[in-house]
Nanobody, 114 residues
Framework: QVLLVESGGGLVQAGGSLRLSCAAS????????MGWYRQAPGKQRELVAY???????NYADSVKGRFTISRDNAKNTVYLQMNSLKPEDTAVYYC????????WGQGTQVTVSS
């Protein structure tokens, strides 16, 4: 079991940027796919971006062109660079491995003010 700890959230104005980090307690080198999810109040958790071990990425239409996911296997860390933030990006953000679904971390709150 890998423990996941998210950080980097905060309060930002619309148009601003944040960089989220997800530190894993164990090696992510052998984990094929790592992803970032978010859950807004009253909504289901959704997968917004994922990255394969080879580096290929995929994004939800709502964040495409604004968010960039990356991974550093040597540091067992996954990142989410979020630019041009919108109020509708407000949510708690989590990372996980979509094909394995470890226990969820506490997430990191992102709040975008208009």
């Amino acid at each position: 079991q890998v423990l996941l700890v998210e950080s980097g959230g905060g309060l930002v104005q619309a148009g601003g940027s944040l960089r989220l980090s997800c530190a894993a307690s164990g090696s992510i080198f052998s984990i094929n796919v790592m992803g970032w999810y978010r859950q807004a109040p009253g909504k289901q958790r959704e997968l917004v971006a994922y990255i394969r071990s080879g580096g290929s990425t995929n994004y939800a239409d709502s964040v495409k062109g604004r968010f960039t996911i990356s991974r550093d296997n040597a540091k067992n860390t996954v990142y989410l660079q979020m630019n041009s933030l919108k109020p509708e990006d407000t949510a708690v953000y989590y990372c996980n491995a979509p094909q394995l679904l470890y226990n969820w971390g506490q997430g990191t709150q992102v709040t975008v003010s208009s």
